[in-house]
């Protein structure tokens, strides 16, 4: 098959969604497929040694903010667009400018789902334009709902299958406020008739976002994130003495490292041993400074160890470092990819009791769940691992079987595989039936 993913880029922010899409790449591409990844809106960061066959940006951040703002900017000579979509720059203006708050996003929201109808209309028709010259796929898979007002001109001009994944999309939207958020929905609902079918990271994930989408549960399929075990499998034994937790996330306040630090002072209230590893890029200076301030004020200063923003080996070796791994989204995660990893790595992880975290502590037998925002019950799981090794081992080692199983590479690109051939199937029956009753009509008239 030759397949275009159309994947929204973070710059230089890392993303668990930008991980799972390059991860899926190449899976796809070990199996003999052909895949090229283009980028929307700003380069992508991809972790590893691997190259990936990765395009040049389509509808640039800067080239899309501009036309939001005028449609004189829509008549941009080509070569001033194609100089505002070079990726050192959209790197550069991203880490000062991009925003992804849903209150600030919710007209360019809607004008991007509105597709050939919105204000980046000159945008898309570039991106297909190119999709019909050059890549030329058999099906184009979008790498959330967020970008489906691309697939009813997709499906108009190239008539080929597509593909959507969806990836905690509707919390965002459900954050813009009103008119906009209504309109998103209404316009996302309108985009899903073009999309053959979805893919959701669980299956409880999947039901929601039919409900959404208002899309059939037919139509809806469950693929699982690929996760390199190998690269990440652990060969010493977990460290135990002092306890180290480790947290790897942005710093902002929907991923609740409040949260970790209220349970970490109550912890050492109870005279615990451990140690807090927090790496992550800060992108709220203000709650940063609040979360500074909250660990002064708790005394653990020197418990308390802020790694910045790693890379891939850094990571790893911080993986490796750890006693217990948390993830705890204040936003119901759909993905929960830094918690597949540590299992990997083999760490037993405490995620709250919301989002995927319940499918997959009941898949993977690997860790703790509590209570959503709260560090008492956070406080209480930690202290359990604390307090018996032996189950926190049992634990850390059930999920990195069930990560090795359920998640590897090989397993989850053939169940896209036969997601994708399945959709490129009904396109052409579709197209077949089509050209079978213009036939009929054109006999009848004659």
Same mark, same amino acid.
């Given at each position: 098959?030759?397949?275009?993913?159309?994947?929204?880029?973070?710059?230089?922010?890392?993303?668990?969604?930008?991980?799972?899409?390059?991860? $899926?790449?190449?899976?796809?591409?070990?199996?003999?497929? %052909?895949?090229?990844?283009?980028?929307?809106?700003?380069?992508?960061?991809?972790?590893?040694?691997?190259?990936?066959?990765?395009?040049?940006?389509? $509808?640039?951040?800067?080239?899309?903010?501009?036309?939001?703002?005028?449609?004189?900017?829509?008549?941009?000579?080509?070569?001033?667009?194609?100089?505002?979509?070079?990726?050192?720059?959209?790197?550069?203006? !991203?880490?000062?400018?991009?925003?992804?708050?849903?209150?600030?996003?919710?007209?360019?929201?809607?004008?991007?789902?509105?597709?050939?109808?919105?204000?980046?209309?000159? %945008?898309?028709?570039?991106?297909?334009?190119?999709?019909?010259?050059?890549?030329?796929?058999?099906?184009?898979?979008?790498?959330?709902?967020?970008?489906?007002?691309?697939?009813?001109?997709?499906?108009?001009?190239?008539?080929?299958?597509?593909?959507?994944?969806?990836?905690?999309?509707?919390?965002?939207?459900?954050?813009?406020?009103?008119?906009?958020? !209504?309109?998103?929905?209404?316009?996302?609902?309108?985009?899903?008739? !073009?999309?053959?079918?979805?893919?959701?990271?669980?299956?409880?994930?999947?039901?929601?976002?039919?409900?959404?989408?208002?899309?059939?549960?037919?139509?809806?399929?469950?693929?699982?994130?690929?996760?390199?075990?190998?690269?990440?499998?652990?060969?010493?034994?977990?460290?135990?003495?002092?306890?180290?937790?480790?947290?790897?996330?942005?710093?902002?306040?929907?991923?609740?490292?409040?949260?970790?630090?209220?349970?970490?002072?109550?912890?050492?209230?109870?005279?615990?041993?451990?140690?807090?590893?927090?790496?992550?890029?800060?992108?709220?200076?203000?709650?940063?400074?609040?979360?500074?301030?909250?660990?002064?004020?708790?005394?653990?200063?020197?418990?308390?160890?802020?790694?910045?923003?790693?890379?891939?080996?850094?990571?790893?070796?911080?993986?490796?470092?750890?006693?217990?791994?948390?993830?705890?989204?204040?936003?119901?995660?759909?993905?929960?990819?830094?918690?597949?990893?540590?299992?990997?790595?083999?760490?037993?992880?405490?995620?709250?009791?919301? #989002?995927?975290?319940?499918?997959? $502590?009941?898949?993977?037998?690997?860790?703790?769940?509590?209570?959503?925002?709260?560090?008492?019950?956070?406080?209480?799981?930690?202290?359990?691992?604390?307090?018996?090794?032996?189950?926190?081992?049992?634990?850390?080692?059930?999920?990195?079987?069930?990560?090795?199983?359920?998640?590897?590479? #090989?397993?989850?690109?053939?169940? $896209?595989?036969?997601?994708?051939?399945?959709?490129?199937?009904?396109?052409?029956?579709?197209?077949?039936?089509?050209?079978?009753?213009?036939?009929?009509?054109?006999?009848?008239?004659?």
């Amino acid at each position: 098959m030759r397949i275009v993913h159309l994947a929204a880029g973070a710059a230089s922010m890392y993303c668990g969604a930008c991980a799972r899409d390059a991860a $899926m790449a190449r899976a796809l591409m070990a199996r003999g497929h %052909q895949v090229q990844i283009v980028p929307l809106y700003t380069p992508l960061r991809i972790e590893g040694d691997h190259v990936l066959p990765v395009r040049n940006v389509h $509808m640039g951040a800067i080239n899309a903010r501009l036309e939001q703002l005028s449609g004189l900017f829509a008549r941009l000579p080509r070569f001033i667009t194609r100089a505002l979509d070079h990726p050192a720059l959209l790197r550069l203006v !991203s880490r000062f400018a991009v925003s992804t708050t849903a209150s600030q996003l919710g007209p360019m929201t809607v004008s991007v789902l509105a597709g050939a109808q919105g204000r980046q209309r000159a %945008q898309l028709d570039r991106l297909v334009g190119f999709l019909e010259r050059e890549a030329r796929p058999d099906v184009v898979s979008i790498t959330n709902s967020m970008l489906s007002g691309i697939a009813p001109e997709v499906k108009r001009r190239l008539a080929v299958a597509v593909v959507c994944e969806v990836k905690g999309e509707d919390g965002f939207i459900e954050g813009i406020p009103e008119p906009h958020r !209504s309109e998103a929905v209404k316009l996302i609902r309108r985009n899903a008739r !073009s999309v053959d079918r979805f893919v959701a990271p669980g299956h409880a994930y999947a039901g929601q976002m039919a409900g959404f989408l208002d899309v059939e549960p037919a139509r809806m399929a469950v693929v699982r994130s690929a996760v390199d075990a190998e690269r990440l499998r652990r060969h010493r034994p977990r460290a135990v003495e002092p306890f180290i937790i480790g947290y790897l996330s942005v710093i902002t306040p929907r991923k609740g490292l409040h949260v970790l630090v209220e349970a970490c002072r109550l912890l050492a209230e109870d005279d615990r041993d451990f140690r807090l590893r927090v790496a992550g890029q800060v992108l709220s200076r203000r709650y940063w400074g609040q979360i500074r301030r909250d660990v002064r004020r708790a005394g653990l200063g020197d418990r308390f160890e802020h790694l910045g923003e790693v890379p891939l080996d850094e990571k790893i070796a911080l993986l490796h470092s750890l006693s217990a791994f948390c993830q705890l989204s204040i936003q119901r995660e759909a993905l929960g990819t830094t918690a597949l990893e540590a299992m990997a790595a083999g760490l037993p992880v405490v995620v709250p009791e919301e #989002g995927i975290f319940p499918e997959m $502590m009941e898949l993977t037998g690997g860790g703790v769940l509590f209570e959503p925002e709260e560090p008492e019950a956070l406080a209480a799981a930690l202290a359990g691992l604390m307090d018996d090794a032996g189950e926190a081992d049992r634990l850390a080692g059930s999920g990195a079987e069930a990560v090795d199983e359920h998640y590897s590479p #090989g397993v989850v690109a053939r169940d $896209m595989e036969a997601i994708l051939a399945e959709a490129i199937g009904g396109e052409q029956r579709g197209r077949g039936r089509a050209a079978g009753d213009e036939a009929v009509q054109g006999g009848e008239e004659e």
